[in-house]
RNA sequence: AGAGAGGUGUCCGAGUGGUUGAAGGAGCACGCCUGGAAAGUGUGUAUACUGAAAGGUAUCGAGGGUUCGAAUCCCUUCCUCUCUGCCA
């Protein structure tokens, strides 16, 4: 959520970095400036009340006090009037706040002066392409095939077990899953960053902090029996860890990672996109977040992206960082880089880590502050990367390793996964 | 899941309707004292909104209510602890 504060001083800029988001309704600027004045207008006149209100109260006591008993009682029938008066004011307050807050919600972050112009995921600037393609022999196939073949993962007792999307890794699948997390978690504690296992569901305010809710409501399972939400992502309970709280400024910057399962409802999916690992309901990620000081936040979002660039080295996949376009940016962030990986039997590139800054976009609502030299409170920064997106790394591991003695895995695997191949 | 107890500032802890944003203590910061330190001593020590400022408003888990006035009374709800039950 943007401060009201920059709303109301900067509403020109907004209105334009915002309509490069091809955020639809630029004019909501105005109406939330609008709202905001009659807020503060309001706010005054019934503080003003309630200020002469009070006073009188603390004269009734001190009549009381003293027993007279008589001048108390003139005393109250003048607040009575007051508060009549101040009734009808209130309701106007709690209105104008409420309407003010759900568009200020609607209202997406802005984006980095970096970011390129384009509406759709095409206008993406590659920033880097790195990695060799391999060239694959003529009787290659795609991961799902392999899968088979190595009996790794079986689509058709997840469906069985729970509903398509939901695969049951099994086997050599599985333990790779377990290396894959097990190398991911140490790679991230070896620079720094502190381990959690969070909880999998949030409760509507954890959601809401990262900003899931309202805006992507549709996208998370949601446990109605109890107001639980099905997380999408590690972030979310992790960033909200620090939820209401003021850090020392000398903790900063906080980095945390973690291992989770991901959940999400994917509506509106469909064709070879989803196919195998490419799209699923339940899948692992391992994720990095952290908290910084504002003016070092810029750096630090090019430290996790070099951070996970180096994951993608080491597992010798080809890849490539995009910056993303205004168009094709989360809700949320300031500036995003994708990574992709080049999934080379199906010949397409698939998004296996999204790093975010989200400068105070998330931190507002979560109200994530310190305390500066100054003595002043203000928002820090949250940014967050995924290192890595489990199922379309493995993808890219069967295909792109596929040889007619098996997978070969990569060298940082062999300990983890306890050997080189999958036969 | 049932029964009971409790949630107050950075922490401990007092406070059952009237200048209580909140006693007292600890911690922390700054100063004095000291050769230096400890001890001692003085001052200060929440957050948000609003206002140029003075100030004002709100906040004692959260939400609602009673009252001229609520940390204190009532209702709802969340959380923690103890006991019982159940269970990996």
Redesign the pocket.
């Known amino acids: 959520m943007l401060?009201?504060?920059f709303i109301?001083q900067n509403a020109d800029f907004v209105k334009e970095r915002i309509a490069t988001k091809y955020f639809t309704d630029v004019n909501s600027v105005d109406t939330i400036i609008a709202l905001?004045e009659e807020?503060?207008k309001l706010?005054?006149e019934?503080?003003?009340i309630?200020?002469?209100?009070?006073?009188?109260?603390?004269?009734?006591?001190?009549l009381?006090?003293k027993g007279e008993k008589d001048a108390?009682e003139i005393?109250?029938?003048e607040?009575?009037q007051q508060?009549s008066s101040q009734q009808n004011l209130t309701t106007q307050l709690?209105n104008a706040e409420k309407q003010l807050h759900d568009e200020l919600v609607k209202l997406p972050n802005l984006p980095h002066s970096s970011v390129p112009k384009g509406k759709t995921p095409e206008e993406n600037e590659v920033v880097k392409e790195a990695g060799i393609k391999p060239t694959l022999s003529a009787t290659a196939v795609p991961h799902w095939e392999l899968i088979k073949k190595y009996d790794l993962v079986d689509f058709e007792i997840g469906a069985k077990l729970t509903g398509s999307g939901f695969p049951l890794f099994k086997g050599k699948g599985a333990k790779l899953q377990r290396a894959l997390i097990h190398y991911f978690l140490d790679y991230n504690t070896a620079a720094g960053y502190t381990e959690y296992l969070p909880p999998l569901m949030v409760n509507e305010a954890s959601a809401y902090g990262t900003g899931q809710l309202p805006d992507k409501e549709g996208q998370m399972y949601h446990v109605t029996e109890d107001g639980l939400y099905l997380i999408p992502t590690a972030e979310v309970p992790i960033t909200n860890i620090y939820r209401d709280e003021?850090i020392k400024e000398e903790s900063l910057p906080i980095k945390m990672t973690a291992y989770s399962a991901c959940f999400r409802r994917e509506a509106g999916s469909f064709g070879s996109d989803v196919r195998g690992l490419n799209r699923v309901h339940q899948f692992d990620k391992v994720e990095v977040v952290q908290l910084v000081h504002p003016i070092t936040s810029y750096q630090v979002h090019q430290q996790m992206v070099d951070h996970i660039e180096g994951l993608l080295i080491a597992l010798e996949l080809p890849y490539r960082i995009l910056r993303l376009c205004g168009g094709d940016m989360s809700f949320a962030s300031a500036l995003t880089y994708d990574f992709e990986v080049y999934s080379a039997a199906q010949q397409k590139w698939l998004e296996v880590s999204s790093v975010s800054n989200f400068e105070t976009f998330q931190t507002n609502r979560m109200?994530i502050?310190f305390?500066g030299e100054d003595?002043?409170?203000?928002l820090v920064h949250s940014l967050n990367g995924s290192s890595l997106a489990l199922p379309r790394i493995m993808a890219c591991l069967l295909e792109n390793n596929q040889t007619d003695d098996g997978i070969a895995l990569p060298k940082v695997l062999h300990t983890y996964f306890g050997s080189n191949v999958i036969s």
Do not use: W
């Open positions: 401060q009201i504060g109301r905001d807020v503060r706010k005054v019934t503080e003003t309630q200020a002469a209100v009070n006073l009188a109260s603390k004269e009734i006591g001190m009381m006090a108390a005393k109250k029938q607040v009575a508060k709690s003021i109200k502050r305390k003595g002043k409170t203000q």
